[in-house]
């Protein structure tokens, strides 16, 4: 039932509401599968520390029974110390696991005890988590356990040491107690051996049926942001298609004479209203066509009358003509339309009303304009590669200078520097999108600018092998690292601010136009001073 009235309040909300919809919960969804890929990187990690920290266990325990046994031999105390030594690591692991079992545990407590332990200070708090979290797991279980079954065995190893000390510094103590000491170490090791070897082995099983379910999880939650991603926008394009369509065949009818028919209502957004409007006028002429039959049943006689009725009906058809025409076409005109009503009842009324209303004007205003460049650039954007136009020889110094004009107030005002470094390539291409992809680079690279600092933008090209490699280099505010994969992606805007202001389709339109190109496109900048735009065309490029 909740699904029902999310998909019809989807359907009747405006197409802008719609498409920020699917984009915010794709953004969600998104951030979800982030989420999950962290949690199992992290996890994973951690599965590798806690083998990794029980092969330094076994290590330490190995060395500190090596050390004992030198010692019950060379009667040297440093290779007691060394025993010693050795022995902190396990020490300190049992001193985290102790402090773990409680249910308040002291995590400073456990992060000591790690440390001694000799667990990298970076993956300490990964650890915690992984035993806190899956401690009832069947493998990290049996593995604590056999861990606490080697501590208390490692409790024993510090008694005979203690023993052995006493024995080795007693002079008059026996040979014989010594070496029967020493077999007990020796047994003892064989022992921890056994419990090391289980450990080992139960934690492995444990690691890999951790890696297989968290990536199973991770697997599951991609899929599912996939499908809702497809589902959410055939939906929302699959009801935007049938109310226009439907707009469009009636249309088509009532252009030839066809009043009998109407055009279905599918949903309330805009072109829910369109329809209820193409009705009322269809409703309207078809009255007037019944009106000018009875006028010349009953007034023959009447020639002026008839006349004017002829007349009226032809207005009327033209009228259903042209409207004919701007239902089949998109939304652009409608939102012009809106564009220019707002912004004469601004001219109109502005300081001439209260604060209030000259802000809500503008606003108004600003969201028409911005809304209205939005829809140009996504139609700009899905035209790429659509069409089967042949490509022709375009000279891209030519290009640069048709941009360079277009570009020449914003230049002037800001001061620029444009610079063509060397000869540039003519090659067979679609001149309007490679002049596209131009001044929305240089565009950017003026936009983006220093402040205080007149903008230097270089171009420059050069051949290798079968491509151009252009670039467009800035001394602008640059762009950091981490987002010169992003950049590119539709809809990304990495500014927020009004001076940054834009759709965040610029780039992800020329990459589409280089891609179309056959070529591909980049972005390098140490994120401090400008940055350089490359892009690969080649050098035979075909339609």
């Not at 058809?317 to 009503?341: C, G, K, M, W």
Request: hydrophobic fraction near 40%; glycine fraction near 6%.
């Amino acid at each position: 039932m909740s699904n029902f009235f999310i998909l019809k309040w989807i359907r009747n909300i405006s197409i802008s509401k719609k498409l920020y919809f699917v984009l915010g919960i794709m953004a969600f969804l998104i951030a979800v599968e982030l989420l999950a890929l962290v949690f199992t990187m992290t996890t994973l990690s951690s599965t590798r520390t806690l083998v990794g920290a029980e092969g330094l266990w076994s290590k330490a325990q190995k060395n500190a029974v090596y050390y004992l046994q030198k010692y019950g031999f060379s009667k040297d105390e440093k290779d007691f110390q060394q025993y010693l030594h050795y022995l902190d690591v396990p020490i300190g692991d049992a001193r985290a696991r102790l402090e773990l079992v409680k249910s308040h545990p002291d995590l400073e407590k456990v992060r000591e005890g790690f440390a001694q332990g000799r667990v990298h200070k970076d993956d300490i708090d990964g650890t915690i988590k992984l035993l806190r979290r899956f401690s009832m797991e069947s493998h990290i279980h049996a593995a604590i356990v056999y861990w606490t079954e080697g501590d208390s065995l490692m409790s024993v190893l510090q008694n005979l040491g203690l023993r052995l000390h006493t024995q080795v510094t007693n002079r008059t103590e026996s040979p014989k107690n010594i070496g029967a000491t020493l077999y007990q170490v020796d047994t003892l090791n064989g022992s921890l051996t056994i419990l090391e070897d289980k450990f080992s082995f139960t934690l492995g099983d444990g690691s890999r049926w951790l890696e297989s379910t968290i990536l199973k999880i991770l697997f599951i939650i991609a899929l599912t942001v996939e499908f809702t991603g497809l589902f959410l926008t055939i939906s929302v394009t699959m009801g935007i298609s049938r109310g226009i369509e439907e707009v469009v065949q009636v249309s088509s009818k009532v252009a030839n004479a066809d009043l009998s028919v109407r055009a279905r209502k599918f949903s309330e957004d805009e072109i829910g209203t369109l329809a209820t409007s193409f009705n009322h006028m269809i409703d309207n002429l078809e009255i007037k066509v019944v009106e000018q039959k009875e006028a010349e049943l009953l007034l023959q006689s009447a020639k002026n009358a008839y006349e004017r009725q002829a007349s009226e009906l032809a207005r009327s058809n033209a009228d259903l003509e042209q409207f004919a025409y701007i239902s089949s076409h998109d939304l652009q005109e409608p939102l012009r339309t809106i564009v220019s009503y707002l912004q004469l009842l601004e001219n109109r009324y502005k300081n001439k009303i209260d604060k209030e209303a000259d802000e809500y004007l503008n606003f108004a205003v600003d969201g028409a304009k911005r809304m209205h460049i939005l829809i140009n650039d996504l139609l700009t954007y899905s035209r790429i590669g659509t069409t089967s136009k042949v490509f022709s020889k375009v000279d891209f110094r030519k290009v640069i200078e048709i941009v360079l004009t277009n570009l020449d107030k914003t230049i002037h005002d800001c001061k620029a520097r444009i610079v063509v470094e060397n000869e540039m390539p003519v090659v067979l291409a679609d001149q309007m999108q490679i002049t596209q992809l131009f001044q929305n680079l240089i565009e950017n690279a003026i936009k983006y600018r220093t402040e205080g600092k007149p903008p230097l933008i270089s171009i420059s090209a050069k051949q290798k092998q079968e491509n151009w490699i252009v670039a467009v280099s800035d001394n602008g505010i640059g762009i950091a690292k981490e987002y010169l994969e992003r950049i590119f992606v539709i809809f990304q805007r990495l500014h927020t601010r009004e001076k940054y202001s834009g759709t965040g389709i610029g780039l992800a339109l020329c990459k589409k136009i280089t891609e179309h190109h056959k070529g591909t496109i980049w972005a390098e900048s140490d994120g401090k001073s400008g940055s350089v735009f490359f892009f690969t065309i080649p050098c035979d490029t075909k339609s």
